[in-house]
C-alpha cells in the first residue's frame, strides 16, 4: 500500500527551514509515498483598545504578522512543490489557518489523516510536537535541523519489550521491510525487563528477510535518550524507533525521561510512537 507523509510548515513566528523540506521530498521518493506540505496560516483576532492604540497600533502588529504568515506559507509551499518536482515526487498541499495558541491541536487533529507525520526538531515547535505525537494517533519522524539523503538502510530499534516499543516496531514496518538491517537496541541497566522478545522479534525478522540482530547496552549514568541516540549513530543507523511515553495534564505534556532526552537534543532522525 502506498505510503501517505504529513509535513507541516510553520510560518510565525519562525518558519520552518529549508531542511526539513528537502529531507521530506527526499523520504518520500525513497518510500515511493505522496508528500502532503500543510502550510500553517496565522490568524490574530481583534484585540485592540482605545488605551492600546494609545501605545502601539495593534490592529496593524496583527495585519504585519499575518501578512508575514502568508508569504511565508506562500514561498514554503512554492520551495516544497518545486523540489517535488525534480525528485518526481507527488506534493499535494493542504493549508491550515488557525490563531496561534491553537497550531498545536489543529495540526494533531489534520495529521490523523496520514501515515507518519514529519517534524523538525526546534525550542518553538515543542509544544507541535509534543501535540502531534501524543494527540494524533500517528507515529512522528523528528529529524534534526540538518540534511539527510533520505535512505533509510538501517533502522535501530529501542527495545524494552514493553507495549510502546512493541507499538513503534509495528508503526515502523514500512522502513523495517526496506531496511538492509534491523537491530533492536536496549539498554539493560535502565529497567529490568525480559529480553527473550526481543530475540524472538530479531528472528522473525530475519524470517521474513530482513538482517536483524540484537544489541546491549548499559546507560550507566548518562540520560536514557542520549545513550539510545548514541549507541544507534555508533552502529550508523540512519533511523531510531522509539515508543514515546508521556500524558497530558492540565494541557502540558509530562514526559517520560527517554522521550524527554530525545525531545531535547536529537542527533538522528527518530521514529516517536505513542
Known amino acids: 500500500m502506498k505510503q501517505h507523509l504529513f509535513l507541516p510548515l510553520l510560518t510565525y513566528p519562525d518558519m520552518t527551514s529549508e531542511f526539513i523540506i528537502a529531507n521530506?521530498?527526499?523520504?518520500?521518493?525513497?518510500m515511493q509515498a505522496t508528500?502532503?506540505?500543510?502550510?500553517?496560516?496565522?490568524?490574530?483576532?481583534d484585540v485592540s483598545n482605545a488605551l492600546s492604540s494609545l501605545i502601539i497600533d495593534a490592529a496593524k502588529m496583527a495585519r504585519d504578522a499575518e501578512a508575514?504568515?502568508?508569504?511565508r506559507a506562500s514561498a514554503l509551499t512554492q520551495r516544497a512543490l518545486e523540489q517535488?518536482?525534480?525528485a518526481c515526487v507527488e506534493v499535494c498541499v493542504r493549508e491550515i489557518k488557525a490563531g496561534e495558541p491553537f497550531v498545536?491541536?489543529?495540526?494533531?487533529?489534520?495529521?490523523?489523516?496520514?501515515?507518519f507525520v514529519l517534524l523538525e526538531s526546534g525550542g518553538i515547535s515543542r509544544p507541535i510536537v509534543e501535540a502531534v505525537l501524543f494527540l494524533s494517533g500517528r507515529p512522528l519522524i523528528l529529524y534534526p535541523a540538518a540534511p539527510f539523503g533520505g535512505r533509510l538502510d538501517h533502522v535501530a530499534i529501542a527495545w524494552d519489550g514493553s507495549r510502546a516499543a512493541a507499538r513503534a516496531a509495528h508503526d515502523a514496518s514500512p522502513f523495517l521491510e526496506r531496511a538492509a538491517r534491523v537491530c533492536l537496541l536496549s539498554v539493560t541497566d535502565e529497567k529490568p525487563f525480559?529480553?527473550?522478545?526481543?530475540?524472538q522479534l530479531a528472528e522473525n525478522l530475519r524470517k521474513s528477510g530482513v538482517a536483524a540482530e540484537t544489541v546491549r547496552a548499559q546507560a550507566g549514568s548518562g540520560p536514557i535518550g542520549e545513550v539510545l541516540q548514541a549507541r544507534a549513530f555508533e552502529r550508523?543507523?540512519?533511523l531510531l524507533v522509539m515508543g514515546g511515553f508521556g500524558h497530558s495534564r492540565l494541557r502540558e505534556f509530562v514526559l517520560g525521561g527517554?522521550?524527554?532526552?530525545v525531545l531535547a537534543n536529537i542527533t538522528l532522525p527518530v521514529l516517536l510512537s505513542h
Open 84 to 86: 517535488g518536482k525534480d
Open 35 to 45: 508528500l502532503t506540505v500543510c502550510p500553517v496560516v496565522i490568524t490574530i483576532p
Open 104 to 115: 498545536a491541536e489543529a495540526l494533531a487533529e489534520a495529521s490523523r489523516a496520514y501515515d
Open 68 to 71: 508575514l504568515s502568508r508569504s
Open 258 to 261: 527517554a522521550t524527554e532526552g
Open 194 to 199: 525480559k529480553s527473550d522478545t526481543g530475540d
Open 236 to 238: 550508523r543507523a540512519d
Open 24 to 30: 521530506a521530498v527526499a523520504l518520500a521518493r525513497h
